[in-house]
């Protein structure tokens, strides 16, 4: 596959995907694995994996397409347990880039934050170390759905 690589993590939350970024050890595999346990009890619709700690990325008719890496598709790291096989999607539009640890969280965040990954424009949401990226995912997730 051509496309490149980043290490990342991402999973598929309803019809979009987040893409998880931070250095090692900040919780990328960990909150993957939250929001498919919220899944697993109803209180989000869907999510499943896509990839762990390697991502294929695409750029496709204005859109970020992210994919697993071949080695890895389908595994998910839980800490102290280790590489655990799960179901997964081959492939999944992303609809918003997290960055775990970011040096730039702020409280107060400017309410249009946004990157570009592989020339597509995508929604950031930046989380500070410490601070508890799953229930600020979900609400950023779900108030991004009823604007």
């Known amino acids: 596959m051509s496309s490149p690589t980043i290490h990342g993590t991402a999973v598929l939350v309803g019809a979009r995907a987040a893409l998880i970024r931070g250095p090692s050890g900040a919780g990328k595999s960990q909150l993957a694995f939250a929001l498919i346990q919220l899944a697993s009890t109803g209180a989000l619709p869907f999510a499943r ?3 762990d700690d390697r991502v294929h990325i695409e750029a496709a008719h204005g859109r970020l397409l992210v994919r697993p890496a071949a080695a890895l598709a389908g595994t998910l790291e839980i800490r102290g347990l ?3 096989r799960l179901p997964y999607e081959p492939v999944a539009m992303v609809g918003v ?3 775990l640890e ?3 969280a702020r409280r107060f965040p400017e309410p249009t934050t946004a990157a570009a990954l592989a020339g597509v424009s995508l929604p950031r949401l930046c989380v500070a ?3 508890d990226a799953v229930g600020m995912l979900i609400a950023a997730l779900r108030t991004a759905e009823s604007a």
Do not use: H, I, K, Y
């Open 102 to 104: 970011a040096a730039e």
């Open 82 to 84: 280790g590489l655990r």
């Open 49 to 51: 994996l896509v990839g």
């Open 129 to 131: 170390p410490g601070t």
């Open 97 to 99: 880039l997290v960055d």
